[in-house]
T-cell receptor, first 113, second 115 residues
């Protein structure tokens, strides 16, 4: 069965600092990978996705992620964070038997002034 | 255009009561998914509809849970005889098709509190 591991449950960072949120997946087949963001009391919003092709994927709000097949990782990065990036971030693989997403436990990013 | 709409946004109920949660997907999206988000379990997949059909209901937590979709559009998730462990945020997502590479668009969820 496929699974997703987000190694950090909470990441505090100062404004304008770089950040990396880590995600590892386990799968024996080709995967499609996603990062979603959830602001308080809201649903999930897609940040970016990897389907195929270039392993460096750029998304909204200045985020990017790199697919690394050998390390089975899909880490999310941003070179300079803003207060407004404070949210919970979920890594997901679309590998469920019904095309459903399998999510990691989430990482809460807290950006401090 | 309009996104995925869920109602109610919040629902407080007493243990043992039945509740209905509604999801109105993006127009034209044939695939619809229900997930549950709770503190202890994270985000769990519940059920998938392609059109009006749900080929596999094994993701539903118990036989108190049921779901239907009519007209290839609106879906309702019903929980009978609610228990405190049913307290969670129930999220609905829709997608143009059920293909794995398609993006799933999420609603804001229904926060269910069972007292």
């Amino acid at each position: 069965a496929q699974s997703v591991t987000q190694l950090d449950s909470q990441v505090p960072v100062f404004e304008e600092a770089p950040v990396e949120l880590r995600c590892n997946y386990s799968s024996s087949v080709s995967v499609y990978l996603f990062w979603y963001v959830q602001y308080p009391n809201q649903g999930l919003q897609l940040l970016l996705k990897y389907l195929s092709g270039s392993t460096l994927v750029k998304g909204i709000n200045g985020f990017e992620a790199e697919f690394n097949k050998s390390q089975t990782s899909f880490h999310l990065r941003k070179p300079s964070v803003h207060i407004s990036d404070t949210a919970e971030y979920f890594c997901a693989v679309n590998g469920g038997s019904q095309g459903n997403l399998i999510f990691g436990k989430g990482t809460k990013l807290s950006v401090k002034p | 255009g309009a996104g995925v709409s869920q109602s109610p946004s919040n629902k407080v109920t007493e243990k043992g009561k039945d509740v209905e949660l509604r999801c109105d997907p993006i127009s034209g999206h044939t695939a619809l998914y229900w997930y549950r988000q709770s503190l202890g379990q994270g985000l769990e997949f519940l059920i998938y509809f392609q059109g009006n059909s749900a080929p596999d209901k094994s993701g539903l937590p118990s036989d108190r849970f049921s779901a239907e979709r009519t007209g290839g559009s609106v879906s309702t998730l019903t929980i009978q005889r609610t228990q405190q462990e049913d307290s969670a945020v129930y999220l609905c997502a829709s997608s143009p098709q059920g293909a794995a590479k398609n993006i799933q668009y999420f609603g804001a969820g229904t926060r269910l509190s069972v007292l």
